[in-house]
């Protein structure tokens, strides 16, 4: 392959979109789109004969920039708690994080500090143990 069409290849990469476990995607997809305000489409299912859905999908952001993909953690899939960081705007990252702490229905596994790598950071903990960390740059 010719360095340009690898470079065109590279530069076509559009998103990132993480894959988290979920023991009730009903639950997961209430707390995601009412608790942690993300949109959403329809909870799915994906599995045949599985009565209850198996599939949903939330984002955040203009053009869904920060989207993650939920799965049920049936017994086949035994899948760990996953781990994502969400970039914001410092505005947006000091509004957000002041009305998840007035709101009280998430868990903090960190409040919001300057960290020393350069970040302005806290992290919260949704009902299956995943875990996301919204930051922005100091330098911003």
């Given at each position: 392959?010719?360095?340009?069409?690898?470079?065109r290849?590279?530069?076509?990469?559009?998103?990132?979109?993480?894959?988290?476990?979920?023991?009730?995607?009903?639950?997961?997809?209430?707390?995601?789109?009412?608790?942690?305000?993300?949109?959403?489409?329809?909870?799915?299912?994906?599995?045949?004969?599985?009565?209850?859905?198996?599939?949903?999908?939330?984002?955040?952001?203009?053009?869904?920039?920060?989207?993650?993909?939920?799965?049920?953690?049936?017994?086949?899939?035994?899948?760990?708690?996953?781990?994502?960081?969400?970039?914001?705007?410092?505005?947006?990252?000091?509004?957000?994080?002041?009305?998840?702490?007035?709101?009280?229905?998430?868990?903090?596994?960190?409040?919001?500090?300057?960290k020393?790598?350069?970040y302005?950071?806290?992290?919260?903990?949704?009902?299956?143990?995943?875990?996301?960390?919204?930051?922005?740059f100091?330098?911003?």
């Amino acid at each position: 392959m010719a360095d340009d069409s690898l470079e065109r290849a590279i530069q076509s990469v559009r998103k990132i979109i993480p894959h988290f476990p979920s023991k009730n995607i009903l639950q997961t997809h209430q707390f995601y789109t009412t608790v942690l305000h993300f949109k959403s489409s329809l909870s799915q299912n994906t599995v045949k004969d599985q009565p209850d859905p198996t599939f949903c999908a939330v984002a955040i952001g203009p053009g869904a920039a920060a989207n993650i993909y939920f799965f049920s953690a049936l017994e086949t899939m035994r899948l760990a708690p996953s781990t994502a960081m969400i970039c914001m705007s410092t505005e947006g990252l000091e509004t957000y994080y002041q009305a998840l702490k007035q709101d009280g229905k998430v868990k903090f596994v960190e409040d919001i500090e300057n960290k020393p790598w350069g970040y302005r950071q806290f992290e919260i903990e949704d009902l299956d143990e995943n875990r996301l960390q919204f930051f922005r740059f100091l330098d911003d």
